[in-house]
């Protein structure tokens, strides 16, 4: 008896913490700021995406796409996508993220910085939350400031 009193203790425990450990919009920081945990979860998944490109693995780096995305694109247009127009990914670049915003309570955007040798490129990614990960719905190369004299 006192073992089951014991586990129905700690599963009673289990939940009450696992409710304080799911990332919940209202934990934000302020509006339109990402949590750490935002951020580091998704750069895990534009890591994890870079990493099986370098390796010439674009089937896996497909699979950090969203459902969406996937639905749409399949894995070897994806490898056409990124061979025509995101060819540096593929030279295994150093990643920065410099920026992370909510749009919604299922989006955010990353802006990060791929830097290999002496290029840089800066990327604006649109993240979805599926299945309690952050995956890639759009990636495009991010708009530099126009400067004017």
């Known amino acids: 008896m006192q073992r089951f009193i014991a586990v129905v203790a700690l599963v009673a425990l289990v939940i009450a913490l696992g409710g304080t450990l799911i990332n919940r919009p209202t934990e934000r920081a302020s509006s ?35 459902n969406s995305f996937r639905s749409r694109i399949s894995p070897s247009e994806f490898e056409g996508i990124i061979t025509v127009g995101y060819e540096f990914l593929t030279r295994n670049p150093t990643v920065t993220i410099d920026r992370c915003d909510i749009l919604d309570e299922s989006t955010i955007r990353i802006t990060a910085l791929f830097e ?34």
């Not at 995406?49 to 089937?59: E, I, K, M, N, W």
């Not at 299945?131 to 126009?146: D, S, V, Y």
């Open 32 to 66: 339109g700021s990402c949590t750490s945990q935002d951020v580091d979860q998704a750069d895990q998944t534009i890591t994890g995406q870079t990493t099986a490109l370098s390796r010439g693995d674009f089937s896996a780096a497909h699979t950090f796409a969203s």
């Open 116 to 149: 290999t040798g002496s290029d840089s490129v800066s990327m604006q990614y649109n993240l979805v939350r599926e299945n309690g990960f952050w995956l890639i719905e759009t990636a495009t190369r991010a708009k530099t400031p126009q400067v004017t004299t």
